[in-house]
């Protein structure tokens, strides 16, 4: 096998076994403090802004378009269709214009 799919493999296997652990802990609880519960509900903002950061500072005027529809689909549709509306923007700005 190529590098290319063991990278893959692991990081699936990798990404399961924090999940499922997260479960299993998180299970043992009856509870979960409040405070736990907000900074866990925090995390997938985190996690976009992680990746569309970047984008947003270094990227030219094809990844700043892709970003603003993706954002204007965000008001009034969900996470997926706004996924991919900027996605499907990007590709298409880098495919026809750079």
Do not use: C, D, K
Not at 10 to 16: C, L, W
Not at 37 to 55: D, G, H, I, R, S
Request: aromatic share 8%; glycine share 10%; no cysteine.
């Amino acid at each position: 096998m190529s590098t290319t799919i063991w990278i893959i493999l692991a990081g699936a296997v990798a990404t399961y076994l924090t999940r499922i652990g997260g479960h299993l802990v998180l299970s043992r609880f009856e509870h979960v403090h409040p405070r736990i519960e907000a900074a866990l509900n925090a995390v997938p903002a985190a996690v976009l802004t992680t990746l569309v950061a970047p984008a947003a500072m270094q990227g030219s005027w094809i990844e700043w378009t892709a970003l603003a529809v993706a954002g204007l689909v965000a008001l009034r549709g969900g996470m997926l269709t706004m996924f991919l509306a900027g996605a499907a923007t990007l590709i298409v700005l880098r495919q026809f214009v750079g």
